[in-house]
C-alpha cells in the first residue's frame, strides 16, 4: 500500500526557513515525478513546485521562484522542499504528491504557519 508521509512543518518568523520532507513507503519513487503542493481554507489545493522522476526538470510557481527549491532521493524514497524567506502568505497546509501516468499518491499534509 502506497503511502507518503510529510513532515517537516511548523511556526516560523517572516524571513525564516523550513524543509519540508515527504517520505514514502509500498512503491518505489523512482518513476513518479514528486509535487509539492499547498493550500489555505477555502481555496482550492495549488501547485507549489514539481521535480521530474530524474531530478532533469523542476518547476515552480511564481510566488516561491527564487525562495523555495524542491528535490528528491530516489534512493531514499524521499522528497524534500527548501524554504527560504517565508512570508505570511506562505501559510498553508503543505502535500506531498507522487504521479506517474494516471497514477498518483497524496500525503495527508503538514501544517506551514509563518508569523511574527
Known amino acids: 500500500q502506497a503511502q507518503l508521509v510529510e513532515s517537516g512543518g511548523g511556526l516560523v518568523q517572516p524571513g525564516g526557513s523550513l524543509r519540508l520532507s515527504c517520505t514514502t513507503s509500498?512503491?518505489?519513487?523512482?518513476?513518479?515525478?514528486m509535487s509539492w503542493y499547498r493550500q489555505v481554507p477555502g481555496k482550492e489545493r495549488a501547485l507549489v513546485a514539481s521535480?521530474?522522476?530524474?531530478?532533469?526538470?523542476?518547476n515552480y510557481a511564481d510566488s516561491v521562484k527564487g525562495r523555495f527549491t524542491i528535490s528528491r532521493d530516489n534512493a531514499a524514497n524521499a522528497a524534500y522542499l527548501q524554504m527560504n524567506s517565508l512570508k505570511p502568505e506562505d501559510t498553508a497546509v503543505y502535500f506531498c504528491?507522487?504521479?506517474?501516468?494516471?497514477?498518483?499518491?497524496w500525503g495527508q499534509g503538514t501544517q506551514v504557519t509563518v508569523s511574527s
Open positions: 521535480v521530474s522522476s530524474r531530478s532533469s526538470t523542476t
Open positions: 504528491k507522487a504521479i506517474s501516468g494516471s497514477t498518483n499518491y
Open positions: 509500498g512503491f518505489s519513487i523512482s518513476s513518479y515525478a
